[in-house]
């Protein structure tokens, strides 16, 4: 019988479902999570006499690099464990095939697809490589493409801290040789430049519907992308993409994008722009246009429909009369009365409820359906215990719709970190997606004196 199984239970709370998959160093198991109730993904070690001591080193590696890796396109770790000297993660479940899979079963992908594809490709290696992570195994089988179109990077089982030399023996070469940069072919270490480097690879694949550098043995193949110049791409690949991919391919690093934000704004990932009418008792004539601010702006391109949106500390309110302009359904909460009242008076279509944060509840604030997104805005989370900020997290999530997400604006400083919070955020079962340094979507870094986090309900 073999030791891990349907109904086997790791860690005294993840309850193993289906087998989902075999990778290079473990197996994939759909299981759920008893202690959250939360559907999961565990990735468990395979045991190999003559590897087992590297591949348990790698999957701690992969847990402690992966831990640092807050974005939506980045599947996300929760926990690592041990079970009888075999090692394991959890990480987010996502309901998704590898777009290996999908390559081998359609082909070729239209050109709108392929930037969507490689745009958020982009988007999660530039957060691994800001936090001095390269994950030197792009390739197709490590990507989940959901319905939706929502791509999640996976498996950093061989990634690797820039600034580390890694377990890599003398002359051992890891990663694939379809999508192995020149400088790895070469026996050189792998860096961001190399991560992009792949990324032009699959994205040419996807264009064409088969690798661009495919010969009968490993080692040709790895030859190929010394010597051969990138395979011609079809005559109807936009100029724009074309030029694109071909800077991902260039044979020195030094002449590839500079970084993989420059590839994701190269492919048409622009920051969302929206006007809304001028509001009744604004200032401003009659029908001028008036900028949502950056705030609104980001949940406007997070809610695709219009939906309904609770707000926890109005500020000075600006924020839910750009949501209400928008046409949301907007609910401001908030334990300062006369904070309220003035903001009452700017806006009627905003509902203003007076109640404490950690008292919030749908049939408090008088509302019977959940809502699309919670925001708590400036939130003190460095002020508060770790007992409180847990408390008015859960309510917000007891707001939410099964697909609900959560919006966490605060301050930093040298005692109030966003890893100090994570662990908070995922007690009342939010997943971080996002961590970013402002509205206007510049990423998070070390000297950053705030801190925006987008969550899910998971």
């Known amino acids: 019988m073999k030791r891990f199984h349907e109904g086997f239970v790791l860690g005294d709370r993840y309850r193993l479902e289906d087998f989902v998959a075999s990778g290079g160093m473990g197996d994939v198991w759909k299981a759920v999570d008893d202690v959250l109730g939360r559907v999961v993904a565990v990735k468990i070690m395979r045991p190999d006499s003559s590897n087992e001591e590297v591949f348990a080193q790698r999957f701690k590696e992969e ?30 479940f996502v309901e998704g095939v590898p777009l290996s899979t999908s390559v081998r079963e359609r082909g070729a992908f239209d050109h709108a697809g392929v930037r969507s ?52 023996k003398t002359g051992e070469m890891l990663g694939t040789p379809h999508y192995l940069s020149p400088e790895q072919a070469l026996g050189r270490s792998a860096t961001a430049a190399s991560d992009l480097y792949a990324l032009g690879v699959v994205a040419h694949e996807l264009l064409t519907g088969r690798r661009p550098f495919d010969l009968d043995t490993p080692v040709a193949t790895a030859l190929a992308h010394i010597t051969e110049p990138m395979p011609t791409l079809p005559s109807s690949v936009p100029t724009d993409l ?17 970084s993989a934000r420059e590839i994701a704004a190269a492919l048409g990932i622009p920051l969302v722009e929206v006007s809304i009418p001028q509001s009744s008792g604004q200032s401003g004539s009659s029908g001028e246009q008036r900028r949502a601010g950056p705030e609104a702006k980001l949940i406007d391109a997070m809610l695709p429909h219009r939906g309904r949106v609770l707000i926890a500390g109005v500020g000075d309110g600006r924020v839910a009369r750009d949501l209400a302009g928008l046409g949301y359904r907007v609910i401001a909460v908030d334990p300062n009365e006369e904070l309220l009242a003035e903001a009452a008076e700017t806006s009627s279509s905003v509902g203003w ?16 359906a959940p809502f699309d997104i919670a925001m708590w805005l400036d939130a003190p989370l460095d002020l508060l215990d ?28 040298a005692d109030g970190a966003y890893q100090g919070f994570r662990d908070a955020f995922l007690a009342v079962g939010l997943v971080p997606d996002l961590v970013l340094r402002s509205w206007d979507l510049r990423p998070q870094t070390v000297d950053a004196t705030a801190s925006i986090t987008l969550l899910s309900r998971r």
């Open 63 to 92: 847990a402690l690099l992966t831990a640092g890796l807050s974005h939506h396109n980045i599947a996300t770790l929760f926990d690592y464990g041990v079970h009888e000297n075999i090692s394991y993660l959890v990480m987010e």
């Open 117 to 168: 594809i490689i745009g958020q490709m982009a988007q999660a290696l530039h957060a691994a490589h800001e936090a001095g992570v390269v994950h030197r195994d792009v390739k197709p089988a490590n990507v989940l493409l959901t319905e939706e179109g929502v791509v999640k990077l996976t498996d950093f089982g061989i990634a690797r801290a820039a600034a580390s030399s890694g377990l890599t």
């Open 242 to 258: 074309l030029e694109i991919i071909a800077k991902c391919l260039a044979k020195d690093p030094a002449d590839r994008p500079d």
């Open 353 to 368: 409820v007076p109640a404490e944060l950690d008292e919030i509840s749908l049939d408090r604030i008088g509302e019977n």
């Open 386 to 413: 770790e007992g409180m900020r847990v408390q008015i997290l859960s309510r917000l999530s007891t707001c939410l719709g099964p697909h609900g997400r959560v919006v966490v604006s605060h301050s930093v400083t």
